[in-house]
């Protein structure tokens, strides 16, 4: 990770609402968030579902972080890009740091994010330094380089999370790092085969030696074995290690924060248990998470005592990959820290109210993708006849 000098430089100048007159009365900002809104019901159903358990004062920068992330994501995974498509958001990223951004919806609503919340631009550099290591097709040794992907593409997302909810010590910063490093990691074992049919390989070369596999020859014909099982089991033991460090810090988080974070933190790990139940091949299948067991993670994630309770030191260091990000995130957040209001005395729904809300939109949705594969259907057997 680039060093980027000392801390002021790195945060936002405040970037200046649109004036109302260019809008015919409004700032835009709604607009903005409409946007990035649409980016995440787009980009991750988990990641969705679990946003809509925040009170709407986190829910909005949430959505504004994710649009931004999930924006480049989309950009450098084109399979036209090249790494002039980097370079532009870098690019972009100086703008929205130098308090102007583009002209883009997603940009300004970051870059009030960025402004509100003290983020380091190292956080996002760490992403976009992730997404450089995708378009060289960077192999990975040994566990912890993994985790240093990781770490880039996932843990510098809990980290801006963590500072939008209003936490921003070490410790804590640490624990949302982790909860990143976990679902990474079980985003890697659910597609083994998916990235290795597109040439990517992110298992650490060292086990799959001691497990008898030639990457190289993995690559160019993946396949399933035993040998591999074991590998993927190993990774997914890896991240249940995170996952119990990160649950560990949740209770850390505003109050009214919690039950969003325990659901996402259930719902990814729930790929895992998945994938362990069809014997670990991600090669020939997917694992994949009915809306009914969501539904029921959902409620689940209202106790506290959940699948990955345990006695865990929460104010362990950070996993080393993560260690430079979470110094100066801290640092970034006591910099600018204000003094106000705890997060969680302000007003906002219960968790029973989001909860009932959540099951009422999942439901609304199920029958909408019920309503469409029936006509769907109907379609194609008009056509047949």
Aim: aromatic share 4%; net charge positive; glycine share 8%.
């Amino acid at each position: 990770m680039t060093d980027h000098g000392s801390t002021l430089p790195l945060l936002a100048l405040a970037p200046q609402p649109r004036p109302a007159s260019v809008n015919y009365g409004f700032t835009g900002d709604l607009a903005d968030l409409r946007a990035c809104s649409a980016a995440i019901r787009r980009g991750s159903k988990s990641f969705h579902l679990a946003s809509l358990l925040l009170p709407v004062r986190v829910r909005e920068a949430t959505h504004a972080l994710y649009g931004f992330c999930r924006h480049s994501d989309d950009l450098v995974d084109d399979t036209r890009a090249g790494p002039e498509a980097l370079a532009r958001l870098h690019d972009r990223l100086e703008a929205i740091y130098a308090g102007s951004p583009a002209a883009n919806p997603i940009d300004r609503a970051f870059a009030r994010v960025v402004r509100d919340h003290a983020i380091p631009k190292s956080a996002p550099l760490a992403l976009l330094s992730g997404f450089a290591m995708d378009m060289e097709g960077r192999r990975y040794d040994r566990i912890g380089e993994v985790k240093s992907y990781a770490t880039g593409v996932a843990a510098s997302v809990g980290i801006m999370m963590a500072m939008v909810m209003g936490v921003g010590d070490a410790s804590s910063l640490a624990r949302a790092a982790d909860l990143g490093i976990a679902m990474q990691l079980t985003n890697i074992a659910r597609d083994v085969g998916e990235d290795a049919r597109n040439g990517r390989l992110y298992l650490p070369r060292d086990w799959l030696a001691e497990g008898g596999i030639d990457a190289d020859a993995f690559l160019r014909r993946p396949r399933f074995s035993p040998a591999l099982a074991g590998v993927i089991r190993r990774l997914l033991e890896e991240a249940d290690h995170h996952y119990r460090l990160g649950h560990a810090g949740i209770e850390r988080l505003p109050p009214d924060c919690r039950l969003a974070i325990r659901t996402a933190a259930l719902v990814y790990r729930e790929i895992g248990l998945r994938l362990a139940a069809q014997g670990y091949d991600s090669v020939g299948h997917r694992a994949h998470t009915p809306l009914s067991r969501k539904l029921a993670l959902v409620l689940s994630a209202r106790r506290a005592d959940t699948p990955l309770s345990g006695r865990i030191d929460a104010d362990l260091p950070p996993d080393p990959a993560a260690a430079p990000l979470v110094a100066e995130a801290t640092g970034s957040f006591a910099l600018l820290r204000t003094a106000g209001p705890e997060p969680s005395s302000l007003p906002g729904a219960s968790s029973i109210e989001r909860v009932t809300l959540i099951m009422m939109r999942l439901e609304l949705s199920a029958r909408e993708e019920n309503r469409a594969r029936r006509v769907a259907s109907r379609r194609k057997a008009a056509a047949l006849a």
